[in-house]
């Protein structure tokens, strides 16, 4: 019985990396465009606001991928719900907010004693895994233009966290269901 406790308590350290990586990877590891180069979103954010940034000779990126390198570009006003906040930007913050939840659920599992209460558990960190995958491709998005570190880096990232992690956990789900009933 302990050796089924302790493989538990492993399973629950490695969602809780999952829930860190979701928190890391498009702050830290894969960043998100704002993320990634300060001072190009400082002077994205200011040509936005209108504002001047120190240094306002080069044109802003085109974060959110209109293909445009017109000087008299119009900035869609869909794509920032804030002045000076590109959709990625947002796609991180959930993305973090995912990445709490799936460490709360992995706390969760620690104290879940029936199998059925784990599998349960699993199941909705399964449900987290498609909810990470749809922020950054449907939900949110990322910016449009394929050079960009969020596009490149940090969507397929995601992804590839979020299928693996769905995987796992509803393998483990099913595992808790047919194997462990008392």
């Known amino acids: 019985m302990s050796n089924i406790i302790s493989k538990g308590k492993i399973l629950a350290l490695l969602y809780a990396v999952v829930g860190l990586l979701y928190i890391a990877v498009p702050h830290v590891l894969l960043p998100v465009c704002e993320y990634a180069d300060a001072s190009a979103a400082h002077h994205h ?13 080069t044109p802003p990126p085109d974060h959110h991928g209109s293909g445009s390198a017109a000087p008299n570009h119009q900035e869609d006003p869909a794509v920032h719900s804030e002045p000076g906040h590109v959709v990625c930007f947002w796609t991180a913050k959930a993305e973090a907010g995912l990445g709490g939840l799936v460490i709360f659920g992995s706390l969760l599992l620690l104290f879940a004693g029936s199998p059925e209460r784990r599998s349960g558990i699993t199941l909705l960190l399964a449900g987290s895994a498609v909810l990470g995958a749809l922020i950054p491709s449907v939900l949110i998005g990322v910016c449009q233009q394929e050079s960009m570190p969020c596009r490149a880096g940090t969507l397929p990232a995601l992804l590839l966290l979020s299928g693996v992690f769905f995987l796992f956990a509803l393998l483990h789900s099913f595992y808790l269901i047919k194997y462990r009933r008392n």
């Open 45 to 57: 954010a200011a040509s936005v606001l209108g504002g001047q940034a120190h240094n306002t000779h």
